[in-house]
Structure formats: structure tokens, C-alpha cells
């Protein structure tokens, strides 16, 4: 089962239909880690016409990108 198809399986829940989507590409600090660019076009991210989503380049030892990832999606949750 690739990760793209437990995605889409996940994100067609009726709970998660009008759900934001945070992703954070961790482990920014490694020179092998993909890129926030190589992880959307792998993920197939900019296949989700419907959905608001971000993704965030982050490195969890030192909190880089936490704050900003998390920020936005505070601002774009829906309280329903």
C-alpha cells in the first residue's frame, strides 16, 4: 500500500472530508531529507482542489518550524 493511497483513503473519512492538512516535512536538518517541494509533488498534495493544506519544513530536536506549522493551522481550522 503506497502512502499516497493511505492518504486519500484516510482524507475520504466523512470526519476528515472538510479537515485542514498540516504536513511537516521533519528532519530538515539531514542532508538527505526532501524538500518541502520533492515532499508535496510525492504526497500528490497539489491534487487536493478541495482542501486547504500547508506544508511545513521542520527539524522536531530543535523546533524549527513547529511554531509556524502550527500557527497556521490554528488560523485555519474550522470550529464546527
Known amino acids: 500500500v503506497s502512502t499516497q493511497s493511505t492518504w486519500e483513503k ?5 470526519e476528515l472530508r472538510a479537515a485542514a492538512l498540516l504536513v511537516f516535512a521533519n528532519k ?5 531529507a526532501l524538500t518541502t517541494t520533492e515532499l508535496t ?5 497539489l491534487s487536493l482542489r478541495d482542501r486547504q493544506w500547508f506544508i511545513q519544513g521542520s527539524c522536531a530536536n530543535t523546533g524549527q518550524g513547529l511554531y509556524e506549522g502550527l500557527d497556521w493551522l490554528a488560523a485555519n481550522v474550522k470550529v464546527q
Do not use: N, T, V
Open 10 to 14: 484516510m482524507l475520504a473519512e466523512d
Open 28 to 32: 530538515q536538518d539531514l542532508p538527505q
Open 41 to 45: 509533488e510525492k504526497l500528490g498534495l
